[in-house]
């Protein structure tokens, strides 16, 4: 395998391909990849250069289904299904994907482009010159759901607030304005590689299945693609192409790469143990301690439970009717296991404000609003009062337990 920094063009050649490429020869095919940042005019006409010049006999992009139909549909939320997303436990998930579409959308509107506009724009030229095209990404889906299950609870909650919050307000006066030369600055080899450093220093959890995991499955999709063909051009994102190059030609597992991890054995067992234990401890110092009655301990840890529950679903903006339930779920959630606070919660919110498909239509507008959108929308004050909600129990549940030490000391 041959592998060349940086495409040049031949005296023959028409023009020279753009800088953004990098050539790879392998086994007779040639594979251009094209190097973009998905909120550049520069990406989207280096694409529409590339394509031109090549030729290619597959263009290949990154992007799975689910993205793809994203990018050229009208709305991607227009089927959601909130009623699903609550059931399956997946709020905060849906939460923190929103918030980075939002960031990410942000950033393309001020740059005047549609974020993926250079991905559209190689699927487009491909079709009218009829190319195939191959979808070479990871399931979005999986990749998110790799990436949450490598945070711990903290880091997740750290992440899901900091992109709530991070545009409310929009950006301090002290920030730097992103710029189309900013974005391409990024494109830098040098500049990529120390963005790429600092993630993994920072934050490895999720550098490793966002960026590192999704290297080797768009290596190996690509290569799957150029089999028997001479050209290929392939379309990612520049923060993508050193790892690709690294691992171009490697055998990968992909099947490995696509399993969800298993939960936890420590919180699972934790899930199981803590309500357990509690109630052993209180009917063990019912038993033991002349100084509280059974009835004094269990008051002692609902009500403050209770309270928790409902405060939060009511500060949230919760219907009276999902304060209630949470009033009433909150105690027997906290000791079940495989009973939410949210799970109940979010239905009953749900029911009541009867999200449209106008309103899942309209979210990406709305939660580039901030928290103003985030509360405006049905479908996001739901999920909110959900984790609000669930918040409560958890937060109330522990202020009980140290009522109840206090009570048998």
């Known amino acids: 395998m041959e592998v060349l920094p940086e495409v040049t063009a031949s005296p023959t050649e028409p023009a020279a391909l753009p800088a953004s490429v990098t050539e790879i020869v392998h086994e007779g095919t040639t594979y251009y990849i094209v190097g973009t940042a998905h909120v550049s005019q520069r990406s989207v006409d280096d694409v529409r250069t590339v394509i031109d010049l090549v030729k290619p006999d597959v263009v290949c992009v990154e992007l799975d289904k689910t993205r793809h139909e994203a990018l050229t549909k009208e709305s991607a939320f227009k089927e959601l299904d909130v009623f699903k997303v609550i059931k399956e436990g997946r709020t905060l998930y849906l939460l923190a994907h929103l918030a980075l579409s939002s960031y990410q959308r942000r950033i393309g509107n001020s740059l005047g482009v549609k974020p993926g506009a250079e991905l559209l724009a190689a699927c487009n030229m491909a079709t009218k010159r009829s190319i195939p095209v191959e979808l070479i990404d990871r399931d979005i889906n999986i990749t998110l ?195 939410g606070t949210g799970m109940v919660v979010g239905v009953v919110e749900a029911w009541r404000r009867k999200p449209s498909v106008a309103d899942c239509e309209r979210l990406p507008d709305d939660v580039e609003a901030g928290w103003r959108g985030y509360l405006r929308n049905p479908v996001t004050r739901i999920l909110i009062v959900t984790v609000a909600s669930g918040l409560g129990t958890a937060l109330g549940f522990w202020v009980g337990v140290g009522y109840v030490a206090n009570l048998v000391n």
């Open 145 to 339: 759901k790799r990436t949450w299950a490598n945070l711990g609870l903290w880091k997740r909650s750290m992440l899901l607030s900091s992109l709530l919050v991070g545009w409310d307000d929009g950006e301090p006066a002290t920030a730097e304005p992103v710029t189309a030369a900013t974005v391409e600055d990024l494109k830098e080899p040098k500049a990529l590689s120390e963005m790429l450093t600092q993630l993994g220093e920072a934050v490895p959890q999720i550098k490793k299945p966002l960026i590192d995991e999704r290297d080797q499955y768009l290596a190996s999709k690509a290569l799957d693609a150029g089999k028997g063909r001479k050209k290929v051009v392939a379309v990612v994102g520049a923060a993508h192409v050193p790892g690709m190059k690294a691992h171009f030609g490697e055998i990968i597992d992909r099947d490995a790469l696509d399993k969800l991890p298993p939960p936890s054995l420590l919180w699972t067992a934790l899930k199981w143990l803590v309500p357990l234990l509690f109630i052993v401890g209180i009917v063990w110092f019912w038993r033991t301690s002349d100084s509280a009655s059974l009835a004094e301990m269990m008051l002692a840890w609902i009500l403050p439970t209770s309270i928790g529950a409902g405060a939060l679903t009511l500060l949230s903006g919760g219907k009276l009717l999902s304060v209630l339930s949470a009033l009433v779920v909150a105690p027997i959630a906290a000791i079940h296991p495989l009973l």
